[in-house]
């Protein structure tokens, strides 16, 4: 008997797609470092400025090792969907003790040390960047400070390029999500998806003028903060190192008063901060670019090479690991709306171990979808879950040092000691019996009474009215509010707002990283399969499973709106208003819902009696469908 055909996983095939948008958006970034090389390098030869075989080409490949750094530090981190946390400064707790910001200071660290390197290397001696400085031969050489302030601004754009990575998430892939059902079940060919190329010269503009402005001011304001903080620790420093490469510097080499600073030092850190900024800001723009396209392949979903198509599509639904899983249901939500024979092909494949194809498929769609309801009763209901998270533990108690207690009558009088250590016990239980039949008194000792009188008196006599009231409690708390409240409404308490936004978010679609992406497909699909099963399945499967689909769509529908319209907002929210209630991604999910259920509704509306939907289920679905959002969406 053969051996059964095994499946093939869902990540054999989305590796080697991510793998060709790597080599992509690598490509990209070659040709960036192609164009710096050519702007650092020596001018003196036209040919050998550009000329790839000569000191360009070399420039080129040593530059590369910037983005190529900035590439693994994105697949390392790589995740999609936004990060959903209740304020920034719970986001900063998160990320304080993960590993993600040593990765993220060391790559750009270090390709800004590669940078500086390769840049002082590349230009030429008449712009006086070398280690050190001899003027004469019979002098002894002395540290030039001019380089050491150019890896000092490199390493400080680093430490700023690192904080806007985590701060903007670069790491987070950004896919957009529309509650529109685009396409149609009819049979129409796949859209061509977005050009990265294109997308790339969307952005160029605003790109490059935020690396014109942050290079600027890194001109102008570096030798400030350098000459003020860092300069000294810079040259000891620079002096440990070139000892280290064997320069004749003594070890009290000292700075001179006045700092090097020059026009064309200016000018040269103003060139080469914008030559680094660029290749940080735009590496990360191609991976972002080529990573986020659609799951095709020539024309074709990525399974669609699968021995078994179906199963490897199964298999990434099901998957534990959030981009296989996000990559699996982008590509069902496609084969639901353009691929007309992919589908049929999921609707005649039902005999397979689990359930037809179908039944597993939309049971994995239905358990996404019921997420948001899930995570909504966790939040309304959290003793019920910690209950049931918490086990009971065993008290361990301290070995015992004393004589473990007599096992007498304790109603019948006890004997007299007979010895010196019972004499003992006796009396110090005797003792302890006195202090506990004998309680304080309830306002304490005299001694606490009088001394509580004595400062009443002293308060109303050195204090006037106003003073009392100043330093009461009341007061004190209600001006603690008042400063608290003036500092969230400022710009420093931005980041300790837990603002509505993303509250609900949070709640709604997950931490610490959004759903969203997922839920939409979902949805999509569903929807996009159950309207085109009218006509492509054959074996009537999907129309018993369409009382199911409704009751969920109608189920989160409300639960989300409800939790939309009753949750209060965090008393940190000190600049909230009730029209910010409409959040974008929740009305993006309500409207996917209430398109969904409007399909549904007049797809089999007609026949709802022989597919076992009720008549309360109709009513509620077409009360959903025919609701009218408005569009106070907050951006």
Known sequence: ?????????????????????????????????????IVIGDKSSFLWSWLPLGSAGIRTLLLFL?????????????????????????????????????????????SALL??????????????????????????????ERPIYLRSLYLGLAVFQTGLHLWFDYDSIQRPV???NHGSSSGERPKVPTNPVELM???????????????????????????????????????????????????????????????????????????????????????????????IKRGQV?????????????????????????????????????????????????????????????????????????????????????????KPEQLQTLPRMGIPPKEEPVFLKPPRPSSRMEMMEERVGAFAKSYGNNPAPANGSPIVQHSKHYLQQARIKLLTP???????????????????MRFLRSRFGIPFRQTFARRIRAIAFGQPFSELPTIIDAIHALTNMATASIKEDDYGKVAKDVPSIVRVFSMNYQGLE????????????????????????????????????GELVNAFGGFAAEIGLQEKDVRAAKAIAGKTETRMIEK
């Open 562 to 597: 409800r939790l939309r319209d009753t949750l209060q907002p965090h008393w940190t929210d000190v600049e909230f208003e009730d029209g910010q209630r409409r959040v974008e991604d929740v009305q993006v999910t309500l409207s996917a819902l209430k398109n969904g259920l």
């Open 466 to 484: 106003e003073q009392q009231r100043a330093i009461s409690p009341a007061h004190i708390q209600s001006q603690a509010n008042s400063y608290l």
């Open 1 to 37: 008997m053969p051996a059964p055909i095994r499946t093939r996983l869902y990540r054999e095939f989305l590796t080697p797609a991510l793998h060709r948008r790597f080599t992509q958006a690598a490509g990209v970034g070659l040709l960036l470092c192609y164009s710096t090389s």
């Open 115 to 144: 940078f500086s390197e390769v840049y002082i290397w590349s230009v030429p001696k008449e712009a006086n960047l070398g280690w050190v400085i001899q003027e004469r031969s019979w002098e002894r050489q002395r540290l030039n």
């Open 178 to 180: 529309e509650s529109t």
């Open 66 to 110: 910037v983005p190529l750094l900035v590439f693994v530090l994105r697949v390392a981190q790589l995740q999609f969907g936004t990060r959903s946390t209740d304020s920034p400064f719970h986001t900063f707790k998160q990320y304080l003790y993960q590993r993600d910001i040593l990765e993220t200071s060391f790559c750009y660290v270090f």
């Open 201 to 295: 010269k969307g952005e160029s503009p605003t790109l490059l003028r935020e690396i014109g402005i942050t290079s600027s001011v890194a001109a102008i304001i570096g030798p400030i903060i350098y000459s003020l903080t860092v300069r000294k620790i810079a040259w000891q420093t620079s002096v440990a190192c070139a000892r280290l490469l064997r320069w004749d510097i003594p070890r009290t080499a000292e700075l001179s008063i006045i700092p090097p600073y020059h026009i064309s030092l200016i000018v040269r850190s103003l060139v080469s901060g914008f030559c680094l900024l660029l290749l940080w800001r735009a590496s990360n723009l191609a991976f972002s670019a080529y990573v986020a396209q659609e799951p």
């Open 302 to 390: 990525l399974t669609q090479d699968s021995n078994d198509p179906n199963g490897t599509l199964i298999n990434g639904l099901k998957s534990r690991k959030s981009l296989v899983k996000t990559f699996a249901f982008w590509e069902l939500a496609e084969i639901s709306r353009n691929f007309p024979a992919r589908r049929s092909s999921i609707f005649r494949d039902i005999d397979r171990p689990g359930g037809s194809a179908w039944s597993q498929i939309s049971s994995e769609c239905l358990k996404v979808i019921q997420g948001i309801t899930a995570r909504i009763s966790e939040h309304s209901n959290p003793s019920t879950q910690q209950q049931a998270l918490i």
